[in-house]
């Protein structure tokens, strides 16, 4: 039996970036750059703010995509059981004057029975 936990970082994706850094490390830079998550050829490639794209230092811990797979509405990661979600922003244009949306990050935990 699962259970879904949104992961409290004070609605900041550079705290949500951080934990994703330190478990989930890109071969390059950090997700605080990342600007979009796309699938190529079953890898998860990150753009970044800069232009550049790069993919996870470990790539099996990508595990799969919802959505297409050039703009997948979930990206599901792993390590040693340890699930994590991440829902890119799609749509970044926002209200004059608000506040920049940010990806979400999901915490998946699974519970003994």
Same mark, same amino acid.
């Given at each position: 039996?699962? =259970?879904n936990q949104d992961i409290d970082f004070d609605n900041s994706w550079h705290q949500a970036a951080e934990f994703l850094d330190q478990r989930f490390p890109l071969n390059?830079? #950090?997700h605080r #750059? %990342? =600007?979009d998550y796309i699938v190529h050829? !079953?890898?998860l490639l990150v753009i970044r703010s800069d232009g550049s794209c790069t993919g996870l230092a470990r790539p099996a811990q990508f595990v799969e995509a919802g959505g297409h797979e050039h703009a997948p509405q979930s990206i599901l990661l792993e &390590? !040693?059981?340890f699930q994590v979600e991440i829902e890119p922003v799609r749509g970044r244009l %926002? %209200?004059?004057g608000a506040a920049?949306? &940010?990806h979400r990050l999901q915490l998946l935990t699974t519970i003994a029975v």
């Open positions: 039996m699962g =259970t390059q830079g #950090s #750059s %990342a =600007t050829f !079953d890898h &390590e !040693d059981g %926002a %209200a004059v920049p949306r &940010e």
